[in-house]
Structure formats: structure tokens, C-alpha cells
């Protein structure tokens, strides 16, 4: 197994991990190791002698973003947690930290949304863009430190880049997302963190909040105490 490898929670249908920035969820132009190389890895070493068990991811992160990734083990999981995602069946929370304050505390965003395949830009456009999709999130300023602001993020859809754009369209771009409009390149990495999942088991049906513990790295940026426990307070209510 990969010793740098985290699990956050595992059983026969489903496997829940920590990736690290600069980490390619799946294989890339770069053709650098991905999470999945060693997922499949560490899945191969539980199975009988000759098997590489069934290991799939269900979403996927930005290479530069951090955070919590679900990988099912069984077709039946899989399917169904895809179904869980499709139908917008669980709930996503992500920390953010951007530079400046949103003039709002709160607030819904809604944008329609193009990819630019070539530049690899995401761009926000019209409704009647052949290529655009509808983007929703909710946000909320949970604490401020300087010029930088502590965001929980709940995106209700799941596009390419699209917590990037959006909260950089307030004028506030996520800390080191210098292709989005940051004034700080942070070596490949941004301060954006997939925290929290809070979902029914797809065989069974049991509740289940995953969450994956911030980057050490973070206290270049905003030093401990993280308010994590206001973070928490959404889904513990």
C-alpha cells in the first residue's frame, strides 16, 4: 500500500480518501502518478491471489484543490452513489480562502458556465451558449483575518472549475488561484479544500459524514486555530 495514502473511511462498496494538492485524481496529459494508481493499489492488496477488485472513481477534484474523494468498490455502489451525485442526493462542503471580503456574508451564486478545453479556462456566459451549464452554489463568510476570508462553500452542482470562477467573480479569488485572478501563486496549490461529505450509504442506506482533515500547509495562510467548528455546525445541526 502507498504509505502517503489516507484513507478517511473504507468498507466492501465504497472507499473515502484524502487527496493532496498537485495530485491528479486520474491520468493527465502529464502522464504523473494519479490517486487512482494508488487506490487500485491498495484495493489490489486486499483481494485474492490473482484479483485486482473493482475500484472506480465517483468524482473528481481539480489537481491543484485538496480534499475528500470517493472511490466505489463494487459496481452496485458505484452506480448508485453516481446516481447520488447526478440527483443531487447528498451534501458537499468545501473551505475556501479568499483574498478580500464578499460584500455579502452570504449568498446564492447562479452562473451559466463554459469550458475552454484548449486554455483550460472556465468563463461565465450566457443561457443560450450552446456550451454553457447552469452553476449553483451557496456560500458563507465564516471567519475574516486580515485580507483573507474563511468561505464554507455548498455547491449544488459540480462543474469544471466552477467554485474558482464563482467566487472569484466577487471580486474575492481563492488564495493561490492565480489562473482565476489570485495576487499569490502557491506552488501549485490553492486554498481550496473538499471537506465534508454527508450521504446515505448507498447499500443499506446509512448515514454517513465523511470529512477530511485540512492540509498542514494551510497555516501559511491562515494560522491555527482554524475555526473548523463553525464549519461543522451546518451539518451537526
Known amino acids: 500500500m502507498d504509505s502517503s495514502l489516507t484513507i478517511l473511511f473504507q468498507d466492501h462498496h465504497l472507499v473515502a480518501v484524502s487527496k493532496p494538492a498537485r495530485l491528479p485524481v486520474a491520468s493527465d496529459h502529464s502522464g504523473d502518478a494519479t490517486l487512482l494508481e494508488s487506490v487500485r493499489a491498495w484495493n489490489a492488496e486486499r483481494q485474492e491471489a490473482g ?10 477534484l481539480d ?23 447526478r440527483k443531487r442526493q447528498l451534501n458537499k462542503i468545501y473551505v475556501a480562502v479568499v483574498e478580500g471580503q464578499p460584500r455579502a456574508s452570504r449568498g446564492r451564486l447562479e452562473h451559466y458556465l463554459a469550458k475552454d478545453k484548449s486554455s ?3 468563463r461565465i456566459t450566457g443561457p443560450k451558449d450552446p456550451e454553457a451549464k447552469r452553476s ?7 471567519a475574516t483575518q486580515g ?5 464554507r462553500v455548498k455547491p449544488e452542482t459540480g462543474r469544471s472549475h466552477q467554485i474558482r470562477v464563482q467566487l472569484a467573480s466577487l471580486g ?5 488561484d492565480a489562473k482565476y485572478g489570485s495576487s499569490m501563486n502557491w506552488e ?4 481550496l479544500h473538499a471537506f465534508c461529505l454527508d450521504l446515505k450509504h448507498p447499500v443499506g442506506g446509512k448515514p454517513l459524514i465523511l470529512e477530511a482533515p485540512l492540509p498542514a500547509y494551510w497555516n501559511e495562510i491562515w494560522p491555527e486555530p482554524w475555526p ?7 451539518h451537526e445541526q
Open 172 to 176: 474575492t479569488p481563492i488564495v493561490g
Open 136 to 142: 449553483v452554489l451557496d456560500y458563507e463568510v465564516i
Open 228 to 234: 473548523l467548528q463553525k464549519m461543522r455546525q451546518e
Open 51 to 60: 484479483k485486482k477488485g473493482y475500484c472506480v472513481p465517483i468524482h473528481f
Open 147 to 151: 485580507e483573507r476570508s474563511w468561505i
Open 188 to 191: 501549485g496549490r490553492i486554498a
Open 120 to 122: 483550460n479556462l472556465t
Open 63 to 85: 489537481r491543484p484543490v485538496s480534499g475528500l474523494v470517493l472511490f466505489g468498490l463494487s459496481s452496485k455502489a458505484a452506480a448508485r452513489l453516481n446516481e447520488m451525485f
